[in-house]
């Protein structure tokens, strides 16, 4: 059994926040001037070029891609013959970071001590949200996602019944896309999450809403429904930044799971172009 210490995943967590903070990943930005050059409407011509100004800007001024720095997701995959140093320390040091690494950076704190109550912010950006999973890599893997707050309060849970077909499902979506999308910063990356369980399928609209956009679903048959609902979203015309157009969402992607015979959850995550994620693999040194 190998040992990574704490250090060495909270350097690179600090690294993982500046990166998603400060530059757009590239498969969004190919995304964004592809759609600059199918995109017909002038007033939506104008807001891609802007985004993609900001783009550039963004990492040399260290200026956020958004002044909403959101709620800090980690997932962190421990991988074979591979354990952490004081892991029962990891939730507490990697919150440390986050810390550190928003006032570094002079990122914008807006986590609230209560939801209801005090709200009383907490001035550090924190508790991120932490998950653990397991890895076949031989180390340790780090996924990080900023999912900003008018994006996450334009997220919906379904129970449906077993029954419901794939057009039912697009049609959803669309009513959805044309109540909510001027408040998620349009265009948008749409995820979607199908089965699992009523707390399982929200991960996995947030999860789809954050996946490349370069990766396509492995299923044929969700693929279809991905370009299918995609195709319904940019016929409605509410294009980018809500000012008309054809392009009011970049990618829809789904990701599904087993669910009980009684039931069909179905989840809709909205997440604006800045979709702001980065990864990082820590490996163990090759010896000599």
Known sequence: ?????????????????????????????????????????KNAKKILSLIVENSKTSPVCRVPLCQDCGTVYIEILIGKNTCVENFSEIEDEINSTVEEAYKESYLRKSIVNDPLFERKNTGTNTPAIISF??????????????????????????MLNPSTTPEELTAIVKDLVVKNATKSCPPLIIGIGIGGSASKVMEL?????????????????????????????????IGPAGLGGDIT??????????????????AVSFLCHSARRACAKISFPERS
């Open 1 to 41: 059994m190998k040992i990574i210490k704490i250090t060495k995943i909270k350097n690179q967590l600090k690294k993982l926040i500046n990166d998603a903070s400060f530059n757009l990943p590239c498969d969004i930005l190919n995304a964004i001037l592809e759609a600059h050059v199918h995109e017909k409407n």
């Open 133 to 158: 999973g397991s890895s076949d890599f031989e180390g340790i893997e780090l996924n990080l996602s900023l999912k900003g707050g008018g994006s996450d309060n334009c997220s919906y849970l379904f």
């Open 205 to 237: 609209a947030r999860k789809a809403a954050f996946r490349n956009l370069d990766v396509r679903n492995f299923d044929t048959r969700y693929d279809i429904l991905e370009k299918n609902i995609l195709k319904e979203i940019n016929s409605t015309d």
């Open 249 to 266: 969402a970049l990618a829809v992607n789904i990701e599904f799971a087993p669910c009980h015979i009684a039931e069909m959850p179905f």
